[in-house]
């Protein structure tokens, strides 16, 4: 299957791809799970490794993190040949991770190519769109009741702001565990991923064997402690950068900061309230070395990935103007982001190449 769901069944169309793509699966070697590490991927690749193993397959995680994307050489050359790729919240494009290995790709953003040889799991499209954690739910129905890792498609929906679009499997998690603590468990999670280190591997502990969410926001562990740390962390570099006021030029507000965490997004999203009428762009020069990193935001309701495609600068990679019509950005060479906001009518803001 390739391309969105149905409006009409979505559920049962997840669990019927996945179905059919584990038929072209080896059983007898492992899958490998590949996730974002925000809150939605993480708990996407536990959703699917927790119910993968308890139905008996041999299945391993890998966190894709900071500077990294599996469509690049390098990282793909670290894979191995497993037996079987998922590929979760991470995006949909054109490229093969692995060329040969089944893949499954689940995901919910903006499509920018359709794989090849791949089955593709994709909430894109649908109203209201299902995070990438709640597709990896509705298509593990495939190998029995999920019904106690519905915690966890909960902190994706949350994760990624779909908390008021109505899923009735949102209500039924927080009428069972709890609407704050899985907010809270949410909060935790996504934290590490915006440190400095943005070593993910403590949040994929915890919800890889937890039973619910108040195992992650009140029982003390090594890894709850590295979550609590990286809270602290990350809200002490957003209070720094919320200092640096923005630069307008016609529609578009700049705010150009330096810091070691990926902290653009939610600078661009608390700018976005104030600047309501204004395309919000918060750069960050310091969070991966050779590499300016931006969140792109605005109340208007204007579409940013065409707003990017529109201003997209020659030597952009795939790295630019993916995801949400209302929640995108990217990452580009000094170069290209000095070609990108001299465009934009920027041109102080130019950073040495």
Same mark, same amino acid.
């Given at each position: +299957?390739?391309?969105? *769901?149905?409006?009409?069944?979505?559920?049962?169309?997840?669990?019927? #791809?996945?179905?059919? &793509?584990?038929? $072209?699966?080896?059983?007898?070697?492992?899958?490998?799970?590949?996730?974002?590490?925000?809150?939605?991927?993480? =708990?996407?690749?536990?959703?699917?490794?927790?119910?993968?193993? #308890?139905?008996?397959?041999?299945?391993?995680?890998?966190?894709?993190?900071?500077?990294?994307?599996?469509?690049?050489?390098?990282?793909?050359?670290?894979?191995?040949?497993?037996?079987?790729?998922?590929? &979760?919240?991470?995006?949909?494009?054109?490229?093969?991770?692995?060329?040969?290995?089944?893949?499954?790709?689940?995901?919910?953003?903006?499509?920018?190519?359709?794989?090849?040889?791949?089955?593709?799991?994709? $909430?894109? $499209?649908?109203?209201?769109?299902?995070?990438?954690? *709640?597709?990896?739910?509705?298509?593990?129905?495939?190998?029995?009741?999920?019904?106690? *890792?519905?915690?966890?498609?909960?902190?994706?929906?949350?994760?990624? +702001?779909?908390?008021?679009?109505?899923?009735?499997?949102?209500?039924?998690?927080?009428?069972?565990? $709890?609407?704050?603590?899985?907010?809270?468990?949410? =909060?935790?999670?996504?934290?590490?991923?915006?440190?400095?280190?943005?070593?993910?591997?403590?949040?994929?502990?915890?919800? +890889?064997?937890?039973?619910?969410?108040?195992?992650?926001?009140?029982?003390?562990?090594?890894?709850?402690?590295?979550?609590? #740390?990286?809270?602290?962390?990350?809200?002490?570099?957003?209070?720094?950068?919320?200092?640096?006021?923005?630069?307008?030029?016609?529609?578009?507000?700049?705010?150009?900061?330096?810091?070691?965490?990926?902290?653009?997004?939610?600078?661009?999203?608390?700018?976005?309230?104030?600047? %309501?009428? %204004?395309?919000?762009?918060?750069?960050?020069?310091?969070?991966?070395?050779?590499?300016?990193?931006?969140?792109?935001?605005?109340?208007?309701?204007?579409?940013?990935?065409?707003?990017? #495609?529109?201003?997209?600068?020659?030597? &952009?990679?795939?790295?630019?103007?993916?995801?949400?019509?209302?929640?995108?950005?990217?990452?580009?060479?000094? &170069?290209?982001?000095?070609?990108?906001?001299?465009?934009?009518?920027?041109?102080?803001?130019?950073?040495?190449?």
């Amino acid at each position: +299957m390739i391309g969105a *769901l149905s409006h009409d069944t979505p559920r049962e169309d997840a669990r019927a #791809a996945f179905t059919a &793509a584990l038929g $072209g699966f080896d059983r007898e070697r492992p899958v490998l799970v590949l996730g974002h590490f925000d809150a939605d991927g993480l =708990s996407a690749i536990a959703i699917l490794v927790r119910a993968l193993r #308890a139905a008996g397959w041999q299945a391993e995680p890998r966190i894709v993190g900071k500077g990294e994307a599996p469509w690049d050489r390098p990282f793909a050359a670290t894979l191995g040949t497993p037996a079987g790729l998922i590929v &979760a919240d991470l995006g949909t494009r054109a490229e093969a991770v692995l060329p040969g290995v089944p893949t499954i790709v689940i995901d919910h953003h903006l499509p920018t190519g359709t794989p090849p040889d791949a089955t593709t799991i994709s $909430g894109n $499209g649908l109203t209201p769109e299902p995070s990438s954690a *709640l597709l990896a739910w509705w298509a593990c129905a495939a190998l029995g009741d999920q019904a106690d *890792l519905l915690w966890l498609a909960a902190l994706g929906l949350i994760g990624d +702001m779909a908390d008021e679009a109505g899923f009735p499997e949102l209500a039924q998690a927080q009428a069972r565990w $709890g609407k704050t603590a899985l907010r809270d468990a949410v =909060s935790l999670v996504n934290a590490p991923r915006r440190t400095a280190s943005a070593d993910a591997s403590p949040a994929l502990h915890l919800l +890889m064997t937890s039973d619910g969410p108040k195992a992650i926001t009140k029982q003390r562990s090594p890894e709850s402690d590295a979550l609590v #740390a990286a809270k602290i962390e990350v809200r002490q570099a957003v209070e720094a950068a919320r200092r640096v006021p923005p630069t307008v030029r016609g529609d578009v507000a700049l705010i150009r900061f330096h810091a070691e965490q990926q902290i653009h997004p939610l600078i661009a999203q608390q700018w976005r309230g104030r600047l %309501k009428d %204004k395309i919000v762009l918060a750069a960050n020069t310091g969070y991966n070395p050779g590499w300016v990193h931006f969140a792109a935001r605005s109340a208007r309701g204007q579409n940013l990935v065409d707003f990017l #495609a529109d201003h997209r600068p020659p030597g &952009a990679d795939s790295r630019y103007g993916n995801g949400h019509a209302q929640a995108t950005g990217g990452a580009l060479r000094p &170069a290209d982001w000095n070609a990108f906001v001299t465009a934009l009518g920027f041109p102080e803001q130019q950073v040495p190449a």
